[in-house]
């Protein structure tokens, strides 16, 4: 798997930011590893990943849990970059958020130790929330990358999505620290808000299903979602992609476009970069819809 701009690792291949990074990747000329959770008896359906352009010859799908975080090290083997994509996600509380919190931490830690060790991996790009930022129970006009959500806070919410927020604030902080204790490796975070648009995978992604309700005006949801900071899967893609090729991203990068109503989350950082939005709000939505619609679940 050499040739092009060289390989790289996405974990999470499944996901839809995953999966439609790895679309991107190999519009772009790198040959992709991907990891899966393991898949007994391989009843599941991955012709979506393996019938993407350039898939056959440029995409290797390779089985790892982070339960396991050894199991990354032949995903990371002979890359030159890793997009640290998957994350725990557990919003019926099946498990206790410390448990959803280790598992994300010590995967995250495991996949750096295996990039320090490859000797080959030169820069990992993490993945983060815009909940590792805004949770913090004060009034901000606008906040940034320096701004970090406060744990206790998070959990006085009892939401059922608490193990998710906690685990993506303590994580992005694990990785930096790491990071700062590793100069041979540069590790850099993306920190997108509410991903919206078209999908690869094969059902639609929690996030379309949930802004449907702003559209639709649904009573139960649609009055605490209206002011969703938002962003379009595709820029999404395109970010990590340019800070990983980007010689001067460093550190975290707040990564917002306008929603519906004036946005509190700055992107100062990584448009002073020279990153450029392809796509507004309008085509956000028209483009989750389009799809449901082609897809069926319209």
């Known amino acids: 798997m050499e040739g092009g ?20 990747l190999l519009d772009h000329g790198y040959h992709v590893k991907t990891t899966v959770r393991s898949n007994p008896g391989h009843k599941k359906d991955l012709s979506f990943l393996t019938s993407l352009s350039g898939a056959s ?70 993945t983060s929330s815009s909940s590792a930022v805004i949770l913090n129970g004060k009034d901000f006009d606008e906040m940034d990358e320096t701004f970090w959500s406060d744990i206790d806070y998070v959990k006085s919410l009892k939401s059922n999505a608490a193990s998710y927020m906690v685990s993506k604030t303590l994580t992005e902080k ?18 997108p808000p509410f991903v919206v648009g078209p999908f690869i995978c094969p059902k639609p992604p929690g996030s379309v299903f949930s802004v449907f309700n702003i559209i639709f005006g649904e009573k139960n949801q649609s009055s605490s979602m209206s002011c969703l900071d938002l962003v379009h899967v595709d820029d999404v ?39 450029e939005f392809k796509y507004g709000v309008e085509e956000m939505f028209d483009d989750a819809i389009k799809c449901c619609i082609e897809k069926g679940y319209l």
Not at 174 to 190: G, I, N, P
């Open 5 to 24: 701009k060289g390989t790289v690792c996405v974990t999470g291949g499944t996901g839809y930011i995953g999966s439609w990074l790895i679309m991107r």
């Open 57 to 126: 010859e440029k995409l290797k799908i390779i089985e790892a849990d982070l339960d396991d975080p050894e199991s990354f090290v032949i995903a990371v083997e002979g890359c030159v970059g890793v997009f640290h994509v998957a994350t725990p996600i557990d919003f019926e509380n099946k498990e206790e958020e410390e448990i959803v919190t280790k598992r994300s931490i010590d995967g995250a830690i495991g996949i750096l130790k295996a990039c320090v060790d490859s000797n080959t991996v030169k820069k990992v790009v993490y």
């Open 174 to 191: 694990a990785v930096l620290e790491f990071s700062e204790k590793h100069d041979l490796l540069e590790v850099v975070t993306l920190i």
């Open 237 to 275: 893609a395109r970010a990590h992609i340019f800070i990983f090729e980007h010689p001067e991203a460093k550190g975290s990068s707040l990564f917002n476009m306008e929603g519906p109503k004036q946005p509190c989350l700055s992107s100062k950082k990584l448009l002073a970069l020279g990153f």
